[in-house]
């Protein structure tokens, strides 16, 4: 589906709605200024002494303003440094848990890996050496039972002469 003349028609509309919201505009601001031309004259008779009474106060209250005014900017200052530092400790407090987390990792990855070599070594040094000894003196067994002529024992609750079947 072709969306162009939507969004052109679309737009038609909204500039036609902004010209008439401006049009509306310049008629309402041409009666808010003759009306503010009276208002004016008015003002100029009743603001102006107003206006001088406000500014003798300004001019008496200054040297305070300006010790008001240096006062924050110092305070300012000093709580810029303080955070300033208080960034610094807290990074500092990060890289060093950093740290720690990954020499953690690493010594538990060292004692993993040491626990495996050590079961690789008991495994070659005892359970390999175990399993062929227990061979060797199965084997001894069943040769000497075989010489001496003892009955074998049957295996699995099978008879003799059903185990011969199966050699």
């Known amino acids: 589906m072709d969306y ?8 038609a509309a909204a500039v036609l709605i902004q010209a008439g919201i401006l049009v509306a505009m ?9 009306r503010m031309e009276l208002l004016a004259g008015e003002v100029r008779g009743k603001i102006l002494p107003t206006a001088e009474i406000i500014h003798e106060m300004l001019v008496e209250f200054r040297p305070s303003l300006q010790t008001l005014v240096k006062d924050v900017g110092e305070t300012s200052t000093m709580v810029r440094a303080q955070l300033e530092r208080f960034d610094a400790t807290v990074s500092d407090v ?5 740290l720690q987390v990954i020499r ?3 010594l538990v990855t060292r004692t993993l890996d040491r626990v495996e070599q050590t079961t690789d070594m008991v495994h070659k040094t005892v359970v390999s050496p175990v399993r062929q000894f227990s061979g060797l003196v199965h084997g001894v067994t069943t040769g000497l039972e075989f010489l001496f002529g003892g009955r ?6 099978m008879s003799v002469a059903e185990d011969e079947m199966f050699i």
């Open 4 to 11: 162009l003349p939507i969004f052109i028609g679309v737009t």
């Open 26 to 34: 310049y008629l309402a601001v041409r009666q808010t200024g003759a």
């Open 94 to 98: 990060i890289d060093r848990a950093r």
């Open 104 to 106: 953690t990792d690493e």
């Open 152 to 157: 074998r024992r049957p295996r699995n609750g």
